[in-house]
């Protein structure tokens, strides 16, 4: 049994993880995929002061509190992020970490550093795409009934995770079992991005050939890819 943490990205929450968690757990792997503070369900908790820091300490605590080991980190997309911190704030207990087309921030970076395209809504708490542009470009390319799932549960982010530099003092510079998972169809975070991550953390390299929700679109070829590094 393995035990496998997987963290979601931006305008997301636990759900997105749905069916690559059903797949590991129906191969007897212990799976948590929480909704980070803000987010999805805990949508009702936004507020000031959320930041990739405070949203990788509930992770940590959530390690600590049931007393989990040598555990498989899994990051998408900003909670690549995520992934980083906890596992800088957790070594002891994390055993590998995976970056499923996800950002890697060097220590000081901002999310607007690697994505320049501006929010169709910002609240001063929380910001992200408008409800249309979720349903004609982030979730375009899924099959209708997944699309329309997708997007009645879609969330707005909350904004300092996007424009609050990232605090890594040590990520970088320790060694991690890692692996890098590539979508050819995502604009962003892009290639060349992921290939940064690869080269300095000397992971493994994989490429799927789908759009930035591979848990949505190729949730058998994810899951295969996240079992075996």
Same mark, same amino acid.
């Given at each position: ?22 797949? #590991? ?57 995520? #992934? ?18 996800? #950002? ?126």
């Amino acid at each position: 049994m393995t035990i496998f943490i997987l963290i979601h990205g931006s305008y997301q929450g636990g759900w997105i993880w749905q069916s690559v968690a059903t797949r #590991l757990r129906a191969q007897g792997h212990l799976v948590h995929a929480p909704s980070l503070d803000g987010c999805a369900d805990r949508a009702g908790q936004l507020r000031l002061g959320i930041t990739v820091e405070t949203q990788a300490a509930e992770i940590a605590q959530l390690l600590f509190y049931e007393d989990l080991h040598d555990v498989v980190l899994v990051g998408t997309s900003s909670g690549g992020m995520v #992934l980083a911190k906890t596992a800088e704030l957790a070594r002891e207990r994390v055993a590998r970490v995976v970056f499923a087309d996800a #950002l890697a921030l060097q220590n000081g970076e901002a999310v607007s550093d690697i994505v320049t395209r501006p929010a169709g809504i910002n609240t001063g708490l929380a910001l992200g795409p408008t409800p249309e542009d979720v349903e004609g470009r982030l979730f375009a390319s899924l099959a209708p009934d997944l699309r329309v799932w997708a997007v009645a549960r879609y969330t707005l982010h909350p904004v300092a995770v996007h424009t609050v530099p990232v605090q890594l003092e040590s990520f970088w510079s320790q060694s991690w079992d890692a692996s890098v998972i590539y979508c050819r169809q995502a604009i962003n975070p892009g290639e060349a991005h992921q290939r940064r991550c690869a080269e300095a953390l000397g992971a493994r390299w994989h490429e799927l050939d789908t759009g930035h929700y591979p848990m949505l679109s190729a949730p058998d070829e994810l899951t295969e890819l996240i079992q075996s590094g």
